[in-house]
T-cell receptor, first 115, second 110 residues
């Protein structure tokens, strides 16, 4: 158990819909990262927050947004969903911000299926 | 362009042998490189970190080397066991984010 909690574990929805994925980091970790993993793409970095502020951004679509709340949990919002958004979405946390050498602790992921 | 390349073909080895996985990168100058293990449908789990000034790092049956001249890291599992079967990911720090390779699937058969 990494200590990172993600909900929901599975989600099935239709194209055009909007979903919210939730992540609670390990106790004491200030950084939260979101990654997308699909079969043909590997782990793709989406976005990082550190202590409530956006710290780094990857190839995150404009239809996607995220935030980190004062209690350090984070939410990833995916809107106007398309079939290609079907993937595993992982949240990870670490003690350090960008540039730190700490390992990332990953949650078990949220599997999104868009029909 | 920046790339991290791991052998996309699965590596099949017999129990007891040493598995060697490769991670090559281009157009990065990472201060460190990490290796993770990922089981199907699960989140990656951190295994080892090696810094740019370290040639080699060991942890139990695991060994990682880092050659910044060749821009390559090798990940070794000695005395491999069927329980070592998984996908292994290398990751390095890009400009401002940790970038992962696509991983190599290792299958250890009895």
């Amino acid at each position: 158990d990494s200590g990172v909690t993600q909900t929901p574990k599975h989600l099935i929805t239709a194209t055009g819909q909007r979903v919210t994925l939730r992540c609670s980091p390990r106790s004491g970790d200030l950084s939260v990262y979101w990654y997308q993993q699909s079969l043909d793409q590997g782990l793709q970095f989406l976005i990082q927050y550190y202590n409530g502020e956006e710290r780094a951004k990857g190839n995150i679509l404009e239809r996607f947004s995220a935030q980190q709340f004062p209690d350090l949990h984070s939410e990833l919002n995916l809107s106007s969903l398309e079939l290609g958004d079907s993937a595993l979405y992982f949240c990870a946390s670490s003690v350090w911000g960008t540039g730190g050498t700490g390992e990332l602790f990953f949650g078990e992921g949220s599997r999104l299926t868009v029909l | 362009s920046q790339k991290i390349e791991q052998n996309s073909e699965a590596l099949n080895i017999q129990e007891g042998k040493t598995a060697t996985l490769t991670c090559n990168y281009t157009n990065y100058s990472p201060a460190y490189l990490q290796w993770y293990r990922q089981d199907p449908g699960r989140g990656p789990v951190f295994l080892l970190l090696i810094r740019e000034n370290e040639k080699e790092k060991r942890k139990e049956r695991l060994k990682v080397t880092f050659d910044t001249t060749l821009k390559q890291s090798l990940f070794h599992i000695t005395a491999s066991q069927p329980a070592d079967s998984a996908t292994y990911l290398c990751a390095l720090l890009g400009t401002d984010k940790l970038i992962f390779g696509t991983g190599t699937r290792l299958q250890v058969f009895p």
